[in-house]
């Protein structure tokens, strides 16, 4: 049985709430428009969150958002865009790791979500 606000149903919550939008590029340009227009697309079809997928089928970036998935008691997330880095990225990954939680920095298809 799976109940209401156990990591099962949450995690199977945050798969119903996400929108997967293609995008060829990886960098987070100065003009965030395309990311804006994902976030919105995603935000009118009731999701909270577009993730973003390359022209290689990897997902790169969150719209508003890092990527993080919580798997056999480690912490993974995918590569930072070549831009500049999340700051609430890099405090999850420092306090994780402080936590004695390991970490895994590599690439992620959606199809893992």
Do not use: Y
């Not at 100065?30 to 993730?51: C, E, K, M, P, V």
């Amino acid at each position: 049985m799976v109940h209401a606000h156990s990591p099962e149903s949450m995690l199977r919550a945050a798969r119903a709430k996400c929108t997967v939008v293609e995008h060829g590029g990886l960098a987070k340009p100065a003009d965030r428009s395309w990311w804006d227009a994902a976030h919105a697309a995603a935000t009118l079809s009731g999701a909270h969150q577009a993730i973003l997928v390359g022209a290689d089928g990897f997902v790169f970036d969150g719209s508003t958002a890092a990527i993080w998935i919580a798997e056999n008691g480690s912490l993974f997330t995918v590569p930072a865009p070549p831009a500049i880095a999340s700051v609430s990225r890099a405090f999850v990954l420092d306090a994780a790791r402080a936590a004695g939680v390991v970490t895994h920095i590599e690439p992620v298809t959606w199809e893992r979500f």
